[in-house]
Every structure is written in structure tokens, then in C-alpha cells.
């Protein structure tokens, strides 16, 4: 059993709990399987889908640039921030928030507004 294979059956499960420990770990992918793993393979395993779970969450956050664009063309009006800690040393930016308000919000609550 190779450890790739053992990340790619594992990974939901250390997405929810990535701090499963190893021992543990191991001892659900033998009763599972019934096999014998070494405690090195489910390191490596473990190491290999919290580096794949990473990447999947940096791939989100490069998109989100797209995400507010569609919101601006899908809904006219509307206003989206994004803030960002531009890293100098790593070159690299690190999300922190993101503001949107709906065009149809804005105005709905205009025309409802009490005028004082």
C-alpha cells in the first residue's frame, strides 16, 4: 500500500481533522484494510493530503478576483473589496477579508429608506 494511495482514500477525513494523529491514523487505515502499514507510510500519507488539502484552499483564494468580477457583471452596482497583505519577502499576498455588497441590496434599501 503506497502512501499517495493512502492520501487520496484519507483526505476528507484529514480535512476534517487534520491534526489526527499519526498513530491513530494508522491504526483506522489497518483496521480499514485489513493490512499492515508502517508508521512511516502514514506519515507521508498524512503529510501528502494536508499538502493537497493547502492547495486546494490557495486555489480558491486565487480565484476570488474572478468571483467579485462576476459578481460586478451579474449584479450591476455592486461593490467588492478585497484586502490583502502583500508580502514583500515571499511575494506573495495573504487574504484577510472580503467586503461585498449586492447592487439590488443597495437599492432596495434606498427606496426604503425613511427620509429624515
Not at 502514514?42 to 480558491?60: C, H, M, T
Amino acid at each position: 500500500m503506497k502512501s499517495t494511495w493512502i492520501s487520496k482514500k484519507y483526505v476528507d477525513s484529514l480535512k476534517s481533522n487534520p491534526q489526527w494523529p499519526v498513530k491513530s491514523f494508522k491504526e483506522t487505515v489497518e483496521k480499514d484494510y485489513n493490512t499492515r502499514v508502517s508508521r512511516q507510510q502514514v506519515y507521508r500519507a498524512k503529510d501528502k493530503a494536508l499538502k493537497l488539502i493547502e492547495g486546494r484552499f490557495n486555489e480558491q483564494y486565487s480565484r476570488i478576483w474572478d468571483y467579485c468580477e462576476e459578481l460586478r457583471k451579474s449584479n450591476p452596482g455592486t461593490t467588492t473589496m478585497v484586502k490583502c497583505d502583500f508580502q514583500q519577502q515571499l511575494g506573495q499576498a495573504k487574504f484577510q477579508r472580503l467586503y461585498v455588497c449586492l447592487g439590488a441590496a443597495k437599492e432596495g434599501f434606498k427606496a426604503s429608506a425613511c427620509l429624515l
